[in-house]
């Protein structure tokens, strides 16, 4: 009996030091998964930190992407260069480009601000050469209107002789009396172009219109008149061609009208002498009365 208990004794002491070396060995791995969980947590807020960071870094990337769209505009503008007249087709194909964008797009066009100064630029640079040809335009009418002033003079003289001068007195030197602006000389050689002698004049009145004619022609006046008048006229087609709505244009247009007809009547004057002075007066009051309106615009009245 007491050595049975003596080995039961023994038992109960290697199963108690087993027992305590297994519960060493729990509380060992108690604090080495309270160790790995802690790890887990730092490991995990770690991944959650960084995640943050790259959906914030590609938020961004897609943020300032820039699409097809921008990066054409871009060049576009780009390729304007240095404005000058001939840069409007170039500013409208930028123009065009960036309008199409959204305005998240349009904010990523990086010279979106060159854009608007080269339209403000470019519409400065359209404004002085148009004011500047329109400018020439009204010179040329003012030219033109001074010149058939001074030749309706010399008609209006020629005329007057014919009628009422030439049956007395049929002589190149008194032709010229009535002509301010030709001389005997000239009046001379005109009638000598169209094989009319001065006696001839006393014979029909028109001899004295002809020979005037004839003296402009020689001058060059019809020809500086109808040259003129066709350079202005080119200008205004296009200013009525590309800025029709341009300040200058309806008084500048009205002009020309006005001094077209002096032109015609200047060049085939018709009625009756009675009826000359007042027609005379009548295309010159008009063109006197346009001039005034337009050289206001051109700090020219």
Not at 48 to 63: F, G, H, M, V
Not at 103 to 122: G, M, P, W
Not at 127 to 144: D, R, S, W
Request: net charge negative; charged share 30%; proline share 1%.
């Amino acid at each position: 009996m007491k050595a049975e208990k003596v080995e039961k004794d023994t038992q109960i002491e290697a199963l108690t030091a087993e027992k305590e070396e297994k519960a060493t060995q729990i509380e060992a791995l108690k604090t080495e998964n309270a160790d790995k969980d802690s790890q887990i947590k730092a490991l995990t807020a770690e991944n959650e930190e960084k995640t943050k960071q790259i959906n914030l870094l590609s938020d961004e990337i897609k943020k300032n992407a820039k699409s097809e769209a921008v990066i054409s505009a871009e060049e576009a503008i780009n390729a304007i260069g240095e404005v000058s007249i001939e840069s409007g087709d170039a500013i409208a194909r930028a123009e065009k480009l960036y309008s199409i964008l959204t305005d998240t797009e349009k904010a990523q066009v990086s010279n979106r601000l060159a854009l608007v100064e080269a339209r403000e630029l470019f519409e400065e640079v359209q404004g002085k050469i148009v004011f500047e040809n329109a400018k020439k335009a009204y010179q040329k009418l003012n030219h033109v209107s001074e010149l058939c002033a001074s030749g309706m003079d010399d008609i209006y003289g020629a005329w007057y002789y014919g009628i009422y001068k030439a049956k007395d007195s049929a002589s190149f030197y008194s032709f010229s009396k009535e002509t301010p602006n030709f001389d005997s000389t000239e009046l001379q050689k005109a009638a000598d172009d169209l094989g009319i002698s001065s006696y001839s004049l006393k014979s029909d009145w028109q001899y004295a219109l002809y020979i005037v004619e004839r003296a402009l022609k020689n001058r060059g006046d019809y020809t500086t008149v109808e040259t003129e008048m066709a350079e202005a006229q080119t200008i205004l087609q296009e200013l009525t061609k590309t800025y029709s709505d341009y300040t200058y244009y309806p008084k500048l247009k009205d002009y020309y009208a006005s001094v077209s007809a002096y032109v015609e009547f200047f060049k085939s004057p018709t009625g009756s002498f009675k009826q000359l002075s007042d027609t005379i007066n009548t295309y010159e009051n008009n063109i006197r009365t346009y001039k005034s309106d337009v050289g206001f615009l051109f700090n020219e009245s």
